[in-house]
């Protein structure tokens, strides 16, 4: 993947085809020419850029990464669109890191929480509009006609009247002259061209040739190979190592410590494995060694126990639960879970004395950068950071410390150095998504209305470590997101979180914190239907008449799976609904129960998403489906095994994933909206696993509280019933 162009370079362009660039100000937006950006020197630094070349080329500069959500294929698309490109002569070309390229909404470059088209489709449509624009009046001037009387046409300017047509490569020149407008005229949906449309993802073909260069693919003349031998329990220190049967290994260059453990680097992985082998490292006196599952759930249930940070406090849940009909309570539980990419972690990175190269999968190029300059000794413009596709990332990229380890071993070697983890190294040191505990206490009135929530989160805080300034009170916003902002209209409602730190490092998971209170609000909502001898459909509906996305979204996917119509025997439906970064999603799982083994077949799920306009609904038909199978996944399978202080999963054989041969069909419907823009790559996985467990106790009258959904949970649950 060949990044060929630098602002230096984008400036040159000037006289050589038409350039624009979008640039964040305190009041909006402002469009530049590249001669108005030299002009203006450092003053702005844009973060999109377009260019028409004289060869007809298109050539749209993206920065976001490439994770399989297919950003590089929705963000050029709304360029093309408004620029009326042909699609054939489009191309992206990924951003090198730098301020130019910073999203610019959180003012840096970076990818997740499912922001690339909320955060970057106004600058898009602005840059292609404006290029339409510039075009269209460079047309007009070489023919002496009014602009009224041109039109674009897939990547050509025509005179209506005389059918005289010039192509966008032929007028580039011309137009780069002109002044660029702030404020062009941007299509109407019936204009759109490719908005809206099944375009063909750009990334498509390189990976299925196998073309595609992640960051694994990455090589460098001269580089060398490490591998590191790390504590096998959190906190355990190095005692000692055979560091000279290490060096012994032929192919061995060097044996260096490093903060968490001992790297060898050699001249190729097998000798760099080899040599770590070698080293047979002692490890003692872990921080934490009794730390296990067990531990673990002793230690959060004992906080439930005591006070939280209110996060919400609606009317008086005291009062209503003393007065109402019923009253429920319920605790659930979900695990630490791994991201589990399948491209394992690994940078590859070359610190000189006059500059330093990195090649990696990453999602937080800002961090990566500022990273490299500070263990380089160099200035940011002296760093290069070579973002290639990532093979999964889920979050997990968005961490530095796989970069930060390739730096310090290439400083230390004078070497380039390319590390890569083992999928045991992977999954054993990871930033998990939390664990979490979850009591909620619900009442529902005489009229079988709800009438009290009652929420209390216990969960370690991702955002204390890594965005601390967002922590609002001591409340971690994806700890009580999905509950703080609790849609449905129940008059009484309040919502605790309770901090819990642990040994086991957390981080963003895919969907964050709504990955956890769908689950448990959706099955407790179920719960609260049942109590009130309603449908949990009906009731949900009851719940949301003055919020119709959610009761929509809800509608739809009911209707198209038959929801209250006959199943063969042995099936039964469950419902849920999640809103997540702005877009609603509600899928209705359908199951059935092996009641002899507690196994969980999920057939079919049927999915409705308001996520407003829609780019390209291909794509968001493959999110959906990737997010409801890695939330299945998680659902029924995944959980990380600790014991002895220390993570005792190691790979696929003892954490396991959902299997091919496990996942249901997937039937996605967009629902139409023209709403505010919603993300598009997490909010499949919240529903998923309510929906599945609502489905279970539909079977069985099983009420399944903790996850994994595995067999034996299963059976423990219907033994209750």
Partial sequence: MKIDLTRRQFLKMTGTGLAIAVASTATGYRLLSAAELEKAGQAFHPNVWLEVRPDNAVVVTVNKSEMGQGVYTSLTMIVADELDADWKGVRMQPAPAGDAYKDPVWGSQSTGGSSSIRHMHEPLRKAGAAARTMLLLAAARQWGVPVQECAVDLGKVRHVKSNRVLSYGELSEKASKLEVPQNPVLKTEKEFRYIGKDVPRLDAVDKVNGSARFGIDSFVPGMLYAAIARPPAFGAELASSDKEAAQAVPGVRAVVPVSHGMAVCADTIDAAWRGRDALKPDW??????????????????????????????????????????????????????????????????????????????????????????????????????????????????????????????????????????????????????????????????????????????????????????????????????????????????????????????????????????????????????????????????????????????????????????????????????????????????????????????????????????????????????????????????????????????????????????EAPEVDVHIVKSSEKLGGIGEPGVPPIAPAVANAVFAATGARIRRLPMRPETVLTAMKKV
């Fill in 284 to 661: 003692r006196n872990p921080k934490h060694p009794n730390l296990s599952n067990a531990s673990l759930e002793q230690e959060f249930t004992a906080r439930l126990g005591t006070n939280g940070i209110v996060a919400r406090n609606d009317g008086s849940v005291l009062n209503a639960l003393g007065a109402a009909a019923k009253k429920i309570e319920s605790t659930y539980l979900l695990p630490f879970l791994s991201h589990a990419t399948m491209e394992p972690m690994n940078c590859t990175a070359h610190v000189r004395s006059d500059g330093c190269d990195i090649w990696a999968p990453t999602q937080n190029q800002t961090g990566v950068l500022a990273m490299a300059a500070e263990i380089a000794g160099l200035k940011p413009e002296q760093v290069n950071v070579h973002t290639t596709f990532l093979g999964g990332g889920f979050g997990r990229r968005f961490e530095r410390d796989f970069v930060e380890e390739a730096l310090l071993l290439s400083k230390a070697t004078g070497k380039p150095v390319k590390l890569v983890w083992k999928r045991e190294e992977d999954i054993q040191n990871d930033f998990y998504r939390p664990m979490n505990l979850s009591r909620i206490e619900g009442a529902v009135d005489a009229q079988g209305r709800a009438s009290a929530w009652s929420h209390k989160i216990v969960c370690p805080s991702i955002f204390a470590r890594v965005f601390p300034q967002m922590m609002k009170n001591g409340i971690d916003n994806a700890a009580v997101e999905g509950v703080e902002n609790l849609e449905y209209e129940i008059p009484n409602v309040a919502v605790e979180y309770v901090r819990i730190d642990t040994p086991v490092p957390v981080g963003f998971w895919r969907s964050v914190g709504s990955s956890h209170n769908a689950f448990t609000v959706e099955s407790f909502v179920d719960e609260l239907s049942h109590a009130a001898g309603k449908d949990p459909l009906e009731f949900r509906l009851g719940l949301l008449k003055n919020h119709p996305r959610p009761a929509r979204v809800l509608q739809v996917a009911a209707e198209k799976a038959g929801w209250g119509k006959p199943l063969p025997k042995g099936r039964a439906r469950g419902i849920a609904y999640a809103l997540s970064f702005d877009s609603y999603v509600a899928q209705v799982a359908e199951v059935s129960v092996d009641t002899r083994t507690g196994a969980i077949t999920v057939h079919k799920v049927t999915c409705a998403v308001d996520c407003g306009p829609v780019v390209n609904p291909a794509i968001v038909q493959a999110q959906m489906t990737g997010g409801i199978t890695m939330g299945l996944s998680a659902a029924l399978k995944e959980k990380m095994e600790i014991a002895n202080g220390g993570i005792k999963s190691e790979n696929f054989a003892d954490y396991e994933i959902l299997r091919m041969s």
